[in-house]
């Protein structure tokens, strides 16, 4: 557990503490993920995922439940990821997230704005819609849209997922 | 248009967590009874994990290390509490059973936990020896004393004192190499500056001296990273270098 904590550490208390914007109850996240990592190793799959981005996901919805005040909402064995990258790959994970910046950066400012809003302060759509004061549905359609040209950006061709965007 | 479109906007805000109400209901329904949308689910997950992994922030404390270790350690003793309330005897078959689960479970929780690390450092492990090897070459190449350096100069010009310095802002790490230096008088060294872009103080680099053919070579000095560099330059000073360059300058270069 030494071992995963010194490597995987520093990505789940970044995420916890981008989210919580506490040092303390970063660090209380960053506990409990690998408190539950090491009390139920078998919920991480390495057959379904990397355990970095894994982690990473798991840290994020445990700072969002933080934040909320709630109990925590996901199950990790339901955590299940799919990444077309080889992330093990130090050249292949450096130009996968190159280009999630590079997307970042092209987005308009409203667009990356929303999904910084719901990705890492947390906020639901209705949140959102009244602290932008924009209508309910361009909300949803403009944080769609961000995850959509993220995608488009990893994987150049690929489809907009199940709907139209 | 699919049965599954309507789900899309839907299912984003799922997966962010930002949905709400009885529409988390209706996607969860839907989830368990369709393959489609729980790879769509698992995509956007992935997608996610790539936004959170663009996160960068200070490094925990050390404390947090500490304190999870602590926790770790804590966890078998509650398990030993308990039995002690009651008598050893009564509960020694079941002690033995337990002692051979949780062995059992540990055992299988190592296994775990190798087999995940041994994939993670066997793709690392291929990845730097081929780094280290190419590494390792130019670093011979570089520093052996019987490796030829050659310095091209105009075809009948008397070979000058010359140099070159390679240096990345970002992380302060420098290679210099220098050929044809005079040699020098007694207790005195050649000193190499770094001298910042927007006119702040020079900043010494390194002393050295060259060999019998006036060759020197200096790697990754220890350097402060973030300095902009607009020149570099070399001057003479005492031995053991100066505070600031001693005019003139040897050899200099923007």
Redesign the interface.
């Known amino acids: 557990?030494?071992?995963?904590?010194?490597?995987y550490?520093?990505?789940v208390?970044?995420?916890a503490?981008?989210v919580l914007t506490d040092?303390g109850a970063?660090?209380d996240v960053?506990?409990e993920v690998?408190?539950q990592l090491?009390?139920h190793?078998?919920s991480?799959d390495?057959r379904?995922?990397?355990?970095?981005?894994?982690l990473?996901?798991i840290?994020?919805?445990r700072a969002?439940d933080v934040l909320r005040k709630r109990r925590p909402?996901?199950d990790l064995e339901d955590?299940?990821?799919?990444?077309?990258?080889?992330?093990?790959?130090?050249?292949e994970?450096a130009r996968?997230?190159e280009k999630?910046?590079t997307s970042?950066r092209a987005m308009p400012d409203n667009q990356r704005k929303t999904l910084e809003m719901?990705?890492?302060e947390?906020?639901?759509?209705?949140e959102?819609a009244a602290q932008t004061g924009e209508p309910l549905g361009t909300v949803?359609?403009r944080?769609?849209a961000a995850?959509m040209a993220?995608?488009r950006a990893?994987n150049p061709g690929s489809s907009s997922?199940?709907?139209?965007? | 248009m699919t049965g599954h479109e309507q789900f899309a906007e839907d299912l984003t805000l799922y997966a962010l967590g930002s949905l709400e109400g009885d529409a988390v209901d209706v996607v969860e329904r839907h989830l368990e009874e369709c393959a489609a949308c729980r790879q769509e689910l698992a995509r956007l997950e992935g997608e996610m994990a790539l936004l959170a992994l663009t996160t960068a922030g200070p490094s925990p404390p050390q404390r947090a290390r500490q304190r999870l270790l602590k926790a770790i350690g804590r966890e078998p003793r509650s398990l030993r509490t308990v039995l002690t309330r009651r008598r050893w005897w009564t509960l020694a078959p079941l002690f033995a059973s337990l002692v051979l689960a949780v062995f059992g479970i540990l055992l299988w929780r190592e296994n775990v936990r190798q087999r995940d690390r041994i994939e993670a450092l066997r793709a690392d492990a291929a990845s730097n020896q081929a780094t280290f090897e190419e590494a390792k070459h130019l670093l011979a190449l570089l520093t052996d004393p019987s490796a030829m350096h050659v310095t091209l100069v105009a075809a009948q010009s008397k070979p000058q004192p010359a140099g070159k310095a390679i240096y990345m802002p970002g992380n302060g790490a420098l290679v210099f190499m220098a050929s044809n230096l005079a040699p020098l008088r007694p207790a005195k060294t050649y000193e190499l500056w770094l001298m910042p872009m927007h006119g702040e103080k020079p900043v010494p680099a390194a002393t050295f001296k060259p060999d019998p053919h006036g060759n020197a070579m200096v790697m990754m000095p220890p350097m402060t990273a973030g300095i902009e560099a607009r020149t570099f330059a070399v001057t003479i000073e005492p031995e053991g270098g100066s505070a600031t360059p001693t005019m003139p300058m040897v050899l200099a270069g923007s």
């Open positions: 557990m030494a071992e995963l904590y010194d490597r550490s520093a990505l208390y970044a995420v503490l981008r040092t970063a660090e960053l506990q690998f408190m090491w009390r190793p078998a991480f390495a379904r995922g990397s355990l970095g981005p894994w990473a996901v840290a994020r919805h969002i909402q996901t955590v299940v990821i799919t990444i077309e990258a080889n992330l093990e790959d130090n050249a994970r996968a997230l999630v910046r970042l719901a990705f890492f947390g906020m639901t759509h209705s959102i949803k359609t944080i769609r995850l993220l995608r990893l997922g199940l709907g139209t965007v």
